[in-house]
């Protein structure tokens, strides 16, 4: 189960670092923390050191986990995905990023809906009915 968690946050971390990069992508601004509960954004994320800049608390994944979106990348508690490729047609986005993690690297694809402008949901190809919301935190 920890495994399929890493997997939707490293896909979706991916997903958003496209978005970032695109200018036909601005409809909607992803920069910033995303976690699955917008109520435990809190428990989720934090800002640390100097500049403030915000990271994962220790334990994130109890609450949900999450990710966090930069410029050309997404980033999970445990692993920084590259975007590689995208498509976008509507309010979809299919994805193709690298990810590194400590113990391996991969290529992950995963279609993200935006729903508005503070919500996505992931879906997973041929899993049916299988679906993740994130929401924009406010840290």
């Not at 992950?108 to 929401?135: A, C």
Request: proline share 1%; hydrophobic share 45%.
């Amino acid at each position: 189960m920890i495994a399929l968690q890493k997997l939707i946050v490293v896909a979706t971390v991916l997903f958003f670092a496209a978005l970032l990069s695109s200018p036909n992508a601005r409809a909607i601004e992803l920069a910033g923390a995303w976690a699955t509960s917008v109520d435990q954004c809190n428990k989720v994320f934090t800002r640390k050191g100097r500049e403030k800049k915000i990271g994962f608390t220790n334990f994130s994944g109890v609450y949900g986990g999450g990710f966090i979106a930069e410029a050309d990348r997404l980033r999970g508690k445990h692993e920084i995905c590259k975007i590689r490729s995208k498509k976008e047609s509507d309010k979809t986005i299919n994805l193709v990023a690298a990810c590194a993690s400590s113990i391996m690297l991969s290529h992950v694809q995963f279609i993200l809906n935006v729903i508005d402008e503070n919500t996505v949901s992931r879906e997973f190809p041929g899993m049916v009915d299988m679906k993740v919301e994130y929401h924009r935190c406010q840290i």
